[in-house]
């Protein structure tokens, strides 16, 4: 159990890294020990030891104990690495310290006369066995954790229950149970375990190993004291201290040997580390438990066996106390357990947002009529937050001048990247739990960024990610060889030979499938035959009858390539199988011939090695049977393409959203302006090169992501009505029976989805007009623009739509990947106001199936902010400007507002993500229940803000400005809550308000605007026909690209 909480807590991805450095540091300490502590043993111990029994002590006294090794230096904040280090290294002594016992228990070494080579295939299989049954066992208790219908009362229990198994399995097959036990521990990890059941049995384990602790101490304890006393002396006392010295001496020594490759593996290591490392050969409850095997092996039997438990016992008491405080207090003392600067900046700023946070939410809360009399002197007081930042002693700096600490732009984006590297595995962690990202995907992504980490300067890509997954391409190339070889039937020569009646019979023959199973049956039943003609005695006795049947079956080989010549004439050689038959049928008429002319002339050697060879030849006649198999070996390799396209699919998914949500937080990562935007640029450039894999990925198998966003889509959708359910519960709503079994119910779609099926075919392009949001699956609009839409074909490298061109109407991508190339997104500023926003750098989107190019440009009648160009060949379901316009007009007012409200959410979303990370946006819940809607600003026109009706106003078109203080808001914006009357200052400024979960009645009040986004319609349709009217004539050049109806 012990030796499963310490396996349990070591990252398996770190201990991987640093595997060949621990399991060196593992064996030079086992090798030391051997020499300086065995000598030492046998030198100063006046008890008289036996060889045998020396050397078993001095394995026991230099095991290290993996729990307490590293106790003290958890609780200082000591690096993960160096603590798995530690423990990874303690791992590899007890297990080879329990296999060694194992072998002079099982008392091999007297039973075999190969003594050395035996041992050496001993252990090698003990160690692999061991590990084989600890991986089995892992699979089995993660399944068992990772069922949706266990609690956790039954998870626990059958957990602790495998444990056990595990070891007793382990060692009732002459197995170490020990190393079982440390595979089935690195093998889990987070995602083993259902979200928020790792606490509860992380706690569990260690409530109960401290007991089973205690318990092993108390009761060795008492066995030394039923002892004879007289065996006590002061010679005890002082080989006591000399093994004390001489254990902290061979660690150290090993430290001193192995620093140079540990210097050369890890960049952060350093003669400070060497120091406190030496400190942790802290001795534990493993050596205790052994002690008592060493009288029991010993070759002679010593009058006071209660010795050995008396000093394994003083040792480990004294380590743990000497050498655990002498860790920590070197730690402290080295200064490396203190926090570095770009680190102690990165906390400031945290706190500092944090802070803001608290000031905001008492600046609303005193708005609350129920807290009037609140005395918010002493809230601000109570909640002000003071956090003492750990210092270095070798580079102590007051914390009110760390920003004025000149540090260089390296060491903060190192320490940035450290950061960003914490916050993607979180984000792939919370992913998982929230069923957007498989197990396997968040688990290959968690160990790549583990991996990439130690690498000084190094951002995670998505091309790092796929390297690390290993590249398809073979699978494909094996499949593609896999398809030239396979066998067709040409069933299209029936028409060639008009009333033949011959030729159509023996065409009827070859082309049905009972002539081609009879070929097959023919090469099965020559199996028997060819065994004994292999087999050289039953040859000899058959001899004659072996030629019989092999010209019969030469004879229907004949028979099987004139019947298929005589249908296919010259085409019989166009099929590669038709080839292999033919050369079959005149191997085996040569070896008919060669067997006659041995006969003839049975003194030519020659001859008769040459027919013997083509006898073994003979074999060639069952490799059609592999056109069986091929079909069957493309259905597997298309089933593994298709599961490498839906993994690499959702990792590179997962890594997109993992880049959203370390944009989300870089500013509190770093508060220097220049690391800020080097590390927004590093970010957006990652992100865009996965979405760019996400649409080759997507036109490379879309079929297979149809189907893994379809499932992602139920899977989110069921985890809603879980979380729903969830709240109805606490509420009282539902109660505790009705609960469990709706809960029931929906974990029961949730485990019916591992059979989802893993391709779904394409939908029709007339089918894709149901994606389109602001249609709402409505059949009179989609009808209405099926009439009018057409199909477009782009080829590679074709550009759909150019920078300040005029629109010509709509894209929807049905398939293929398009990237748009611009300046940074205006949104309707003025460009007096623009210039002003500093950056000029291009900006880069790739846009995938189910994107719509050119949505905004027709909103406004303005010319094109961005050049489209196909990244692949790319077709599209295309609706012209004039068909737009009309759907506005038919289907007035309500389309155009609905448009706008699509964009308005996902600009809001796009750059807001974090403050609108609780409200409940979606498209349709918009329009049905006007949780938000959409006003517009034209130039000097004023409105109103009224924060009970209005929660958060977000400027996602033009600017706007502030009628009392008159700072400008440019889009995209919040406006702070200070903000009362604004005023437009762009042509056209688009507001979206979000309204509170249950708005304020409020309307008896003129200055507060509550009406609807319908309501509003009727002001922004009016001024859109006059701004029309104005400024742009209802024309426009069309594209020369081919269009086709729409069925």
């Not at 534990?284 to 002690?291: C, E, K, R, T």
């Not at 979303?909 to 409940?920: A, H, N, R």
């Amino acid at each position: 159990m012990i030796i499963f909480m310490a396996a349990l807590d070591v990252d398996f991805c770190i201990l991987k890294n640093v595997f060949w450095q621990v399991l060196l540091i593992g064996l030079v300490s086992l090798l030391m020990t051997f020499i300086i502590l065995g000598y030492v043993v046998l030198k100063f111990n006046k008890d008289l030891w036996d060889l045998q029994s020396s050397i078993l002590f001095s394995m026991i006294v230099g095991m290290t104990d993996p729990v307490h090794s590293v106790n003290s230096l958890k609780t200082i904040g000591i690096s993960k690495t160096y603590t798995d280090i530690i423990r990874g290294e303690s791992m590899i002594i007890c297990g080879f310290t329990s296999i060694c016992f194992g072998v002079f228990r099982s008392d091999f070494l007297h039973i075999s006369m190969f003594t050395e080579f035996r041992v050496i295939l001993g252990l090698c299989l003990d160690i692999l066995g061991s590990i084989i049954c600890g991986y089995s066992c892992s699979r089995i208790i993660q399944f068992i954790l990772t069922d949706l219908f266990s609690n956790t009362l039954t998870s626990i229990i059958l957990c602790i229950s495998m444990v056990y198994m595990t070891f007793y399995i382990g060692e009732s097959f002459g197995m170490s149970g020990m190393i079982a036990l440390v595979t089935v521990g690195l093998n889990f990890d987070s995602l083993s375990f259902k979200p928020r059941i790792e606490v509860t049995i992380t706690k569990f384990l260690i409530m109960f190993s401290s007991v089973y602790q205690q318990l092993i101490y108390t009761f060795f304890g008492i066995v030394i004291g039923c002892g004879e006393t007289k065996y006590l002396r002061f010679h005890t006392v002082v080989f006591m201290l000399i093994l004390f010295a001489t254990v902290n001496f061979v660690r150290l020594l090993t430290i001193v040997l192995v620093s140079p490759l540990l210097t050369h593996a890890n960049y952060e290591y350093n003669w400070r580390w060497g120091i406190v490392i030496a400190w942790s050969g802290i001795k534990g409850i493993f050596s205790l438990l052994l002690a008592p095997d060493i009288h029991n092996l010993a070759d002679q039997k010593v009058e006071s066996p209660q010795l050995f438990i008396l000093y394994v016992q003083g040792i480990s008491l004294m380590t743990m106390g000497i050498n655990s405080y002498m860790m920590a207090h070197s730690a402290r003392t080295l200064g490396l357990c203190a926090t570095s600067l770009p680190r102690q900046m990165a906390i400031q700023n945290a706190i500092k947002h944090i802070q803001e946070i608290i000031q905001n939410t008492i600046t609303l809360f005193k708005t609350e009529k129920v807290l009037t009399n609140v005395n918010w002197t002493l809230v601000e007081e109570k909640t002000k937050i003071e956090y003492i930042i750990p210092s270095d002693a070798y580079n102590n700096v007051s914390h009110d001048d760390i920003e004025e600490e000149s540090l260089t732009e390296e060491v903060l984006i190192e320490e940035a990247r450290l950061h960003v590297a914490i916050i993607q595995m979180s984000s792939f962690e919370k992913q998982c739990n929230d069923g957007i990202l498989s197990v396997e995907a968040a688990r290959i992504l968690i160990s790549a960024t583990k991996s990439f980490c130690p690498i000084q300067g190094k951002f995670m890509s998505i091309y790092d990610v796929s390297t690390y997954v290993r590249a398809r391409s073979w699978l494909i190339k094996f499949k593609n060889m896999l398809t030239s070889l396979e066998y067709h039937k040409d069933k299209a020569l029936f028409i060639l030979y008009g009333d033949n009646k011959f030729l159509l019979f023996v065409c009827h023959v070859v082309f049905s499938e009972e002539f081609e199973y009879a070929g097959h049956i023919i090469t099965v039943m020559y199996i028997y035959p060819m065994i004994m003609h292999l087999w050289p005695m039953a040859r000899e006795l058959n001899v004659s009858g072996l030629i019989s049947v092999n010209n019969y079956f030469v004879f229907l080989y004949i028979f099987q390539a004139a019947m298929k010549i005589i249908s296919l004439k010259r085409k019989y050689f166009h099929q590669y199988w038709n080839t292999l038959e033919f050369l079959i049928m005149l191997v085996g008429i040569i070896d008919i011939f060669c067997i006659y002319f041995v006969k003839l002339r049975p003194d030519n050697f020659a001859l008769i090695q040459m027919t013997v060879i083509l006898g073994y030849f003979r074999i060639i006649r069952f490799i059609p049977f592999i056109k069986l198999i091929i079909p069957l070996l493309i259905n597997i390799v298309d089933v593994q393409i298709k599961k490498r396209l839906r993994l690499m699919y959702s990792i590179t998914k997962g890594y997109v959203k993992s880049q959203e949500d370390t944009k989300l937080l870089i500013k509190q990562i770093s508060s220097r302006e220049s690391v800020y935007q080097k590390l927004y640029e590093i970010l957006e450039t990652n992100k865009r090169d996965a979405v760019k894999e996400l649409g080759l990925i997507e036109h490379e198998g879309r079929d297979v992501v149809i189907a893994l966003k379809t499932r992602q889509a139920i899977r989110r959708v069921i985890a809603k009505a879980l979380k729903n359910l969830t709240f109805l519960w606490s509420r009282g709503i539902i109660d505790k029976h009705e609960g469990i079994e709706m809960n029931k119910v929906f974990l029961a779609k949730i485990k019916a989805l591992n059979n989802f099926p893993m391709a779904i075919p394409p939908p029709t392009p007339d089918k894709y007009l149901h994606n389109i949001v602001w249609l709402e699956n409505k059949d009179v609009l989609i009808e209405f623009f099926k009439e009018r839409a057409k199909l477009a074909y782009f080829d590679y490298g074709d550009v759909i739509c150019r920078e300040g061109e005029m629109p010509q109407g709509i894209y929807l991508i049905i398939s293929g990947m398009a990237i748009l190339h611009s300046s940074p997104p205006t949104f309707g500023i003025d460009s007096s106001l623009r210039s002003e926003r500093g950056s000029k750098s291009m900006f880069t989107e790739y846009c995938t199936s189910g994107d719509i190019i050119g949505e905004l440009s027709c909103l406004l009648k303005r010319e094109t902010e961005y050049t489209a160009i196909c990244e692949t060949i790319l077709q599209a379901c295309f609706i012209s400007l004039e068909d737009l316009y009309e759907g506005f007009d038919v289907f007035w007012p309500s389309l155009e507002y609905k448009i706008w409200l699509k964009f308005a959410l996902s600009v809001a979303y796009q750059y807001f993500e974090s403050s609108l990370i609780d409200e409940d946006l979606e498209f349709q819940k918009c329009v049905t229940f006007n949780l938000a809607y959409v006003e517009t600003l034209s130039s000097y026109n004023e409105m109103t803000i009224d924060n009970v009706t209005m929660k958060f106003v977000i400027i996602v078109y033009g600017s706007v400005i502030d009628t009392k203080t008159e700072v400008p808001y440019l889009a995209p914006c919040i406006l702070p809550k200070t903000c009362e009357q604004i005023q437009g200052t762009s042509d056209l400024s688009k507001l979206l308000v979000v309204q509170p979960s249950d708005p304020a009645k409020n309307t008896d009040d003129p200055k507060v605007m509550v009406s609807t986004g319908l309501r509003m319609s009727q002001r922004e349709y009016n001024w859109k026909r006059k701004y029309e009217e104005r400024n742009f004539p209802l024309s426009w050049n069309r594209s020369q690209t081919t269009r086709i109806q729409l069925p």
